[in-house]
């Protein structure tokens, strides 16, 4: 038998890890065609899911309560800002288009972009969740289940996208200070859908962000929820809630965050000491292994 010299046992699993990694990173920075093709079949087919919803909406809204008709209303602002994001990310977008939810800068990475869309299609597959239950304890099976399909689809579409578990530190690189950059205006673009435009919140729905402790109090308070969301029971000015709070990590950067919360506080009455982008940070940093939504409980134990 030849003697296969050592060098190349020692090569073998060099050449193996440097393939393993190529192949590793082409996967990572770009989607490749399938995935492209499934996500944007997906897309057009719960579009058309939606489409049917919104006409079983409008038959039978009177015989809707209030809560469902808000909800109803705030979806059909997120699913155009969904829209957006989704077809920014698939470079897709029209002209005309592009207001809405926050710009994809052109030099923004593939997985940032990825993991904006995947927030909101996170989003998309919670209200329809809830919508569905909402429906069912009313015994309309058509309109559950339509929410339901849209619901499941938008949970396989989030699966879809090539794993994006990085944190948004992309961003930080090219941040302004918070004082720079307009809080109102952001709010109006990520938060006022579901809080309303003067963040009075919707009685039962969608809790207020005005004079509320949770906003107020605590600096890491409002940071944890913006970072991470929030889901389960809540109580805010003795109403309760319990709905779904997405999550903003990969929408929002540490500076955008402190600036909408910032302007949150400034509506309220009592005085808060103001957040600012070090304080984002640290927070985010603290928790940066996190990735489920805060309960109230958590976020009052300490
Ligand atoms: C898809 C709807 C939705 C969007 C968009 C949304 N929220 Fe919320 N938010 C909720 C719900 C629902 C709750 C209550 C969560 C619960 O039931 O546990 C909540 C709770 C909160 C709370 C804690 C309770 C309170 O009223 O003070 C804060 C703070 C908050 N949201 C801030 C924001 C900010 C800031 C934005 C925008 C960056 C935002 N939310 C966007 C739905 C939303």
């Known amino acids: 038998m030849t003697r296969v010299p050592k060098r190349v046992f020692l090569l073998f699993p060099i050449i193996v890890l440097l393939l393993l990694t190529s192949c590793r990173m082409k996967r990572s920075s770009y989607m490749n065609e399938e995935q492209r093709q499934h996500l944007n079949n ?9 489409e049917t919803l919104m006409s079983e909406y409008k038959t039978g809204r009177d015989t809707l309560p209030p809560k469902l008709k808000t909800m109803y209303g705030r979806m ?10 989704h077809n920014q990310m698939m470079g897709r977008q029209r002209r005309g288009h592009m207001q809405g939810n926050k710009m994809m800068g052109k030099g923004m990475g593939m997985h940032r972009r990825g993991q904006m869309t995947g927030e909101w299609y996170q989003q998309m597959m919670s209200m329809h969740q809830q919508m569905a239950d909402m429906h069912e304890r009313m015994g309309q099976q058509s309109m559950a289940r339509t929410n339901r399909r849209l619901s499941r689809g938008y949970g396989r579409m989030m699966q879809k996208l090539p794993a994006t578990n990085q944190t948004s530190d992309e961003a930080s690189k090219e941040e302004e200070q918070p004082s720079r950059i307009n809080g109102e205006q ?48 809540i109580e805010v000015n003795g109403q309760s809630y319990q709905g779904v709070m997405p999550s903003f990590k990969a929408r929002l950067s540490t500076a955008e965050m402190a600036a909408i919360l910032n302007y949150l506080r400034s509506l309220s009455e009592s005085s808060s000491p103001q ?22 409980a958590e976020l009052k134990a300490d």
Request: glycine letters at 8%; one cysteine or more; a negative charge.
């Open 42 to 50: 997906s897309y057009d087919s719960l579009q058309g899911s939606w």
């Open 186 to 233: 952001l709010f109006v673009q990520n938060c006022a859908s579901c809080h309303g435009n003067k963040a009075e919140g919707y009685s039962n729905v969608f809790p207020p962000l005005v004079n509320t402790e949770w906003v107020s109090g605590d600096k890491s308070v409002p940071i944890r929820i913006l970072l991470n969301g929030m889901q389960g029971e």
């Open 76 to 85: 059909q602002q997120m699913h155009k800002q969904m829209g957006t994001t």
């Open 275 to 296: 957040i600012t982008m070090d304080d984002v940070a640290s927070v985010k940093q603290n928790y940066k292994d996190r990735n489920q939504p805060w309960t109230a």
